[in-house]
């Protein structure tokens, strides 16, 4: 067990020696620079999705209620809309906590001060456990006290298909250029087989099984391609920063702190270990191509 460690202990620095001496970096910086294509659109696919939603994309249905409606009245409606059955939540908003939110609008608050009374109504956020909401907004409309009802599907349908060809064009982005990473691999593992021949050959005469041979460049594939997501990585932060240093003073103006955030932790890795596997997995085919051709002459 001990010496099996040994062995890949061993091509393992010799393989970060050879990524480091062979213009390895080069093919790595290459494959980062494609890697941050789709790394960096799903950053940005993300924070807008948690900008535009706040939220979710379920379907709701808006109910406003009298303005001079008393507390009882939206307590007792509250209670009616639990019950429905087709109901799956109901969140409450008051008149007040609507005043507040819209005073934190740009240019808001001097006109809302003008007004001297609050002018919003108490309003209840439905969300329905039908895809089709239509008829329950019918229904809601005529419950006593409600004076207007405002459906949302189209706008949560709309959202929610732009999302997903989002997610689509991200997934296709991104297996494109799997592919090219796996190309690049391949090719770098090519030019070192055929650099290191004589070398394999000398290995073999003195008693090297294959995979002992291809140890070394299968180690190499994955370095390389873990560099490249490494590269990918810091490419993402590099263009965020830069993007958010332009959207500060932007979203300020809008009374708000949005941000492009960065990748979680989880999804950073994942990046590192795609990146490595499809490294790993062009080297494999590489080998397997190129390497069995070569035998002691």
Same mark, same amino acid.
């Given at each position: 067990?001990?010496?099996?460690?040994? $062995?890949?202990?061993?091509?393992?620095?010799?393989?970060?020696?050879?990524?480091?001496?062979?213009?390895?970096?080069?093919?790595?910086?290459?494959?980062?620079?494609?890697?941050?294509?789709?790394?960096?659109?799903?950053?940005?696919?993300?924070?807008?999705?948690?900008?535009?939603?706040?939220?979710?994309?379920?379907? !709701?249905?808006?109910?406003?209620?009298?303005?001079?409606?008393?507390?009882?009245?939206?307590?007792?409606?509250?209670?009616?809309?639990?019950?429905?059955?087709?109901?799956?939540?109901? /969140?409450?908003?008051?008149?007040?906590?609507?005043?507040? $939110?819209?005073?934190?609008?740009?240019?808001?608050?001097?006109?809302?001060?003008?007004?001297?009374?609050?002018?919003?109504?108490?309003?209840?956020?439905?969300?329905?456990?039908?895809?089709?909401?239509?008829?329950?907004?019918?229904?809601?409309?005529?419950?006593?006290?409600?004076?207007?009802? !405002?459906?949302?599907?189209?706008?949560?349908?709309?959202?929610?298909?732009?999302?997903?060809?989002?997610?689509?064009?991200?997934?296709?982005?991104?297996?494109?250029?799997?592919?090219?990473?796996?190309?690049?691999?391949?090719?770098?593992?090519?030019? $070192?087989?055929?650099? !290191?021949?004589?070398?394999?050959?000398?290995?073999?005469?003195?008693?090297?099984?294959?995979?002992?041979?291809?140890?070394?460049?299968?180690?190499?594939?994955?370095? $390389?391609?873990?560099?490249?997501?490494?590269?990918?990585?810091?490419?993402?932060?590099?263009?965020?920063?830069?993007?958010?240093?332009?959207?500060?003073?932007?979203?300020?103006?809008?009374?708000?702190?949005?941000?492009?955030?960065?990748?979680?932790?989880?999804?950073?890795?994942?990046?590192?270990?795609?990146?490595?596997?499809?490294?790993?997995?062009?080297?494999?085919?590489?080998?397997? /191509?190129?390497?069995?051709?070569?035998?002691?002459?």
């Amino acid at each position: 067990m001990t010496g099996w460690i040994r $062995q890949h202990v061993s091509a393992f620095r010799l393989a970060w020696r050879r990524l480091l001496r062979a213009g390895g970096l080069a093919s790595a910086l290459v494959i980062g620079i494609a890697v941050s294509l789709p790394a960096g659109g799903y950053a940005l696919l993300e924070s807008l999705r948690s900008l535009a939603g706040g939220a979710t994309l379920e379907p !709701q249905i808006s109910l406003f209620l009298r303005p001079d409606a008393k507390r009882a009245d939206a307590d007792a409606l509250g209670r009616t809309l639990r019950a429905d059955r087709r109901v799956a939540g109901v /969140r409450f908003i008051p008149r007040e906590d609507a005043l507040k $939110q819209m005073a934190t609008v740009d240019g808001m608050s001097e006109v809302i001060a003008s007004l001297g009374r609050n002018p919003l109504p108490d309003a209840f956020v439905v969300t329905s456990r039908e895809s089709s909401i239509e008829p329950l907004a019918a229904d809601l409309a005529k419950l006593p006290g409600v004076v207007h009802v !405002q459906a949302d599907s189209a706008w949560a349908k709309r959202l929610g298909a732009l999302e997903r060809l989002g997610r689509l064009g991200l997934a296709l982005l991104a297996a494109l250029l799997g592919a090219g990473l796996v190309a690049v691999t391949f090719n770098t593992i090519r030019l $070192q087989i055929l650099t !290191q021949r004589e070398e394999i050959e000398v290995s073999k005469l003195i008693g090297a099984t294959d995979a002992f041979v291809r140890r070394p460049f299968y180690y190499l594939g994955m370095l $390389q391609g873990a560099a490249g997501g490494g590269f990918a990585l810091a490419i993402v932060a590099g263009l965020l920063a830069a993007l958010n240093s332009e959207l500060r003073p932007l979203a300020a103006s809008y009374g708000s702190d949005f941000r492009f955030a960065f990748l979680p932790a989880s999804a950073s890795l994942g990046v590192l270990a795609l990146a490595g596997g499809l490294g790993w997995l062009g080297a494999h085919l590489s080998v397997s /191509r190129h390497l069995r051709n070569i035998e002691p002459r």
